[in-house]
């Protein structure tokens, strides 16, 4: 097994862990520090809406020496005052993109270009598009994502419960708004590429936290039945179980997005890559950033107000400081780890998790007997008649009958 395999198998059955909970007060001053960030870049800069939204026109050349500096300078100039994008394509063509412009202002861009090109106009394809279709978009864009989020909260409701679906929905939340402010200060243009990007990656965010929760669900069953451990420490505990999980699913799904963002966009100059790459590169690591030190911190968070949860995390203080106390009187160490003076017969000292498997292997253990003796062939009788000492019926000793 290799080493990050065994770390994991230790992760999972609680040898070893780093206390995430315990020091979320660093995880939440960090994030409000990125999230304001964020802010501060979205309202001084502003997003930089693409022609889907904002409406424009796009000029595609056909093949040219003309560089894309050249060709972006000419547009402004023949579209006065409109701010213009040019990129190279992989046939050597161009594409300028101008925002706002409508179809009227449209033609002497179109005729400039060809003039620079020394091409007839006619072999520059131009194509508009109105204001009103683009905010139709923009709006339908965020009908989509606020129908996502209401689903979102409803599915974790039912499934988990109200706790849950609230620290969801903040970490949600945090990553569309640090991806939202990256977009601003980078300035990369947003177009519908970039709400697919948005969407992926909220939905993958969803994923790394449900499965942080689905353990929590099941680690805390029982957990008022026993005095080991608080909810915050099972939490904890379920959290450090899937982070080798959290942390192979985030690398892997990062290094295609890498390669679209960096050496796509970068190096060979597809810009087209970089509105739905930046989003995922972006989102993901912050989805996987707040699954682990934003969702389940808050569930704790929210959870331990609970009247039955304030309970339960009196009776373990209570029960540790007995503990050690008796050890600082009988001249012993007080005991370092969670299970402080653990009592087996104590159904109080139970883990639920190891008492859940326990429920299970005697089950298991049940059919297999069950099966053993359906399929085992019957036994002769005198072979226990002619045995002395062996019990004759049920619990009734041999002889004779009184």
Do not use: C
Request: aromatic fraction near 6%; proline fraction near 4%.
């Amino acid at each position: 097994m290799s080493r990050l395999g065994s770390l994991g198998a230790r992760l999972y059955r609680g040898e070893v862990g780093y206390d995430f909970v315990a020091k979320r007060m660093i995880w939440y001053g960090l994030s409000i520090l990125i999230t304001i960030t964020a802010i501060v870049g979205l309202s001084v800069r502003g997003l930089h809406m693409g022609i889907e939204f904002s409406g424009g026109a796009v000029f595609t050349t056909p093949k040219t020496s003309i560089s894309a500096d050249e060709a972006r300078d000419k547009a402004e100039e023949s579209a006065e005052g409109h701010t213009a994008i040019a990129q190279k394509l992989g046939n050597g063509g161009l594409r300028i993109q101008i925002s706002d412009l409508d179809t009227e202002a449209a033609q002497p861009v179109q005729k400039a270009l060809a003039k620079e090109l020394g091409v007839e106009s006619s072999k520059i394809n131009t194509q508009l598009v109105g204001p009103s279709w683009g905010e139709e978009i923009a709006k339908k864009a965020w009908q989509g994502l606020a129908i996502f989020m209401l689903l979102v909260v409803i599915y974790l409701a039912i499934a988990f419960e109200w706790r849950m679906a609230l620290a969801a929905l903040i970490a949600l939340v945090h990553d569309l708004t640090i991806t939202v402010g990256v977009y601003a200060l980078v300035g990369f243009e947003v177009t519908p590429g970039t709400v697919i990007g948005l969407l992926t990656i909220l939905g993958y965010s969803l994923y790394d936290t449900v499965v942080v929760f689905d353990g929590l669900r099941e680690g805390a069953k029982g957990l008022t039945k026993q005095t080991r451990y608080t909810y915050s420490e099972i939490a904890n505990r379920s959290l450090n179980g899937t982070l080798v999980r959290s942390i192979n699913t985030t690398v892997v799904a990062l290094l295609p997005v890498a390669a679209l963002l960096f050496i796509g966009g970068g190096f060979l100059g597809a810009g087209m890559l970089n509105d739905i790459s930046l989003a995922l590169f972006v989102g993901l690591a912050a989805g996987a950033y707040s699954s682990i030190f934003i969702a389940t911190p808050l569930v704790a968070d929210l959870k331990e107000r609970d009247p039955q949860m304030k309970a339960l995390a009196t009776r373990v203080r209570a029960k540790r400081a007995a503990a050690a106390a008796r050890a600082e009187s009988s001249g012993k160490a007080a005991p370092a780890d969670d299970a402080d003076d653990e009592d087996p017969e104590d159904p109080e000292d139970v883990d639920p998790r190891d008492a859940a498997d326990e429920e299970a292997e005697r089950e298991e253990a049940a059919a297999g007997v069950v099966g053993q003796r359906g399929t085992e062939p019957a036994r002769p009788q005198s072979s226990t008649r002619n045995q002395p000492g062996r019990n004759r019926g049920r619990g009734r000793p041999s002889g004779k009958r009184r």
